[in-house]
Every structure is written in C-alpha cells, then in structure tokens.
C-alpha cells in the first residue's frame, strides 16, 4: 500500500479556473512534507516544505497547506506555463532526510 | 551556483554493459541522494550519502547497483551488468542546511 497518495491523476484546466490538489499521507509520523514541480525532461523543482498540521506557504499562483493526514496544493487563476507534474513528498522521523514520493498529478491549463 | 550537475544526461547500451552515472552536489551541501523514476513506480530512492558516507542503501535494487562517494563534490553510480528492466530516469539530489532537497536535470537510462 502506498504511504503517499496524489489524487487526481491528471487534471486539465482552463486558464483562470482555480482547482486543488490533494496529497495524502498515511506516514506514522512526519517530519515534514515537500511540494514539488517537475517539467517534462527535468528534474523537479522546490516548491514548499509544511512541517505542522495548519501551516500554508504561497508562492506566486501556489498555495500548499497541511492537515494531520494530508496536503493541498491551491492553484489560483492558473495560467498555461503551470502545466506539469505536481509532486509531492513525505519526510518520516525514522528515514533520516531520505523523501517518499507520490506519483503526482499531471496538470494541463490550456488557454 | 550552477545546481545539482549530473552526466550523461543520456546513456544508451546494452544488456550486461556496466554504466556509470555521475553526480555533482551543490557546494556546501552535505546530504547527497540517487532517485530512480519511471511510469510504474514513479520517483524512488536508491541510496543516500551524509558527508560522503553512506546512510541507508536498502532502495538499491540488488548486488548489480553499487554507489561510491569519494570526496564533497563527486558521487558515481554503477550498474554492472546492465538489463532491460534498468531502464529509467536517475536523479541526483543534495541537501543543505534547510532541509531542502535539490535535483540535477536526470541521466535517461535506456538498456537494450
């Protein structure tokens, strides 16, 4: 069973139309959770790091909040050069600093 | 600074060819970490370093895989033979003093 779920999968959006994304944890206990942005042929990219339930952190269009199960990625009015993959990661006390990836959600905006 | 740098960005061979894949950290960091991504399994931990020291191997598939860090600025890792089932997208990663990770652009891995 994966310790870290993306939903949805893919998501295509219209330029302007606000949505979320959902990252769920089912870790015993984190140390901190990661957003990240990879483009096709690229490394992902740092987005945002939460470390307790109730924390948000922006960044342009982006806004990333944490529960005690799970993690939202707010895209507000997005814009064309927001498509990529979404992915998002999980930090556990016992696993040293090492990351435990969600598969992602793949994002679309199209003018 | 220049980030994460890794090399061959691309590397094709054959089945039961050895390959080695290169990482530069960024300078300053001291954790350094090997992903392995593909479409299956998505994005997964290999191996990581802290201070050129290896911490935890257990995501290194099996005795092919092996992973060196001789000084701050070079890790290698090393398939050998190299099969089919290999193939995938290898990141390098290194983390500094905030707890955030860095990844280099990736070396493609195709085995034939």
């Known amino acids: 069973e994966d310790q ?53 952190k922006e960044k342009e269009r982006l806004k990333a909040t944490l529960t005690k199960k799970e993690s939202f990625l707010h895209i507000t009015a997005p814009k064309p050069e927001d498509s990529a993959t979404y992915l998002c990661a999980v930090q556990e006390p016992n696993s040293g600093y090492a990351l435990n990836f969600g598969k992602g959600t793949s994002l679309l905006v199209t003018p | 600074d220049a980030g994460v740098i890794q090399s061959p960005r691309h590397e094709v061979t054959e089945m039961g060819q050895e390959v080695t894949l290169r990482c530069k950290p960024i300078s300053g960091h001291d954790y350094l970490f090997w992903y392995r991504q593909t479409m299956m399994r998505g994005l997964e931990l290999l191996i990581y370093f802290n201070n ?46 905030k707890n955030e990770q860095y990844f280099g652009p990736g070396t493609r891995l195709t085995v034939t």
């Open chain 1, 4 to 56: 870290v779920t993306q939903s949805p999968e893919a998501l295509r959006l219209q330029e302007g139309e606000s949505s979320s994304l959902n990252c769920s944890y089912t870790v015993s206990g984190l140390r901190g959770l990661f957003w990240y942005r990879q483009d096709p042929g690229k490394g992902p990219e740092f987005l945002f790091t939460l470390y307790s339930a109730g924390e948000e």
């Open chain 2, 52 to 97: 050129n020291v290896p911490i935890d191997d257990s995501g290194m598939p099996e005795d092919r895989f092996s992973a060196k860090m001789p000084n701050a600025s070079f890790s290698t890792l090393k398939i050998q033979p190299s099969e089919p089932r290999d193939s995938a997208v290898y990141f390098c990663a290194s983390r500094g003093g």
